[in-house]
C-alpha cells in the first residue's frame, strides 16, 4: 500500500526502514477505492447462490444444486440474492409454486446479498 501511494506512514519508527520509507507503525488510507469495491454488493448469479449457500439445501440442508425462488417466477419473483436460496430436487418440487409459508417450510437462514470480498473469499473455501 506504501509503495502504490495509497496509504501514508502516519506514525514511524525512526530507527528502521522499509525500502525508501520509515517502518510504519500507523499507517493512514490516503484512498480507499481499494477497500470501498470489496464492501459492494457481489454479482449475483446462479452459481454464485449455490456458493453463498454451500451447496446446502435451505429447507432440509441436504446437497443442493438447484435455486429455490422464495417468491416463484410465475407469480412475479426475481432472480436476486434476497429472492433465491439453494435447494435439494425434492424440496423445490415439493414447495412449487409457493412461497415458504404456503407450502408450510421453513428456511433454515434468511437470505443475504454477499459482498465481493465475501465471494472472494470463498474462492479459498472448501
Ligand atoms: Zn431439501
Not at 514511524?12 to 464492501?39: E, S
Not at 451447496?55 to 429472492?83: F, K, M, V
Request: glycine share 8%; net charge positive.
Amino acid at each position: 500500500m506504501l509503495f502504490r501511494g495509497v496509504a501514508v506512514v502516519h506514525e514511524a519508527d525512526a530507527d528502521r526502514r522499509i525500502g525508501p520509507h520509515p517502518w510504519p507503525r500507523v499507517l493512514r488510507l490516503v484512498r480507499y477505492v481499494v477497500a470501498t469495491w470489496m464492501y459492494r454488493p457481489a454479482a449475483y448469479g446462479r452459481e454464485a447462490v449455490l456458493r453463498r449457500d454451500q451447496h446446502s439445501c435451505a429447507y432440509c440442508g441436504a446437497h443442493a444444486d438447484t435455486i429455490d425462488h422464495l417468491l416463484p417466477r410465475s407469480r412475479g419473483g426475481t432472480w436476486d440474492w434476497l429472492n433465491t436460496v439453494a435447494a435439494c430436487g425434492r424440496c423445490n418440487s415439493r414447495k412449487g409454486n409457493r412461497t415458504p409459508g404456503e407450502a408450510g417450510m421453513r428456511l433454515r437462514f434468511e437470505p443475504w446479498v454477499p459482498t465481493r470480498i465475501e465471494v472472494a473469499a470463498w474462492a479459498h473455501r472448501r
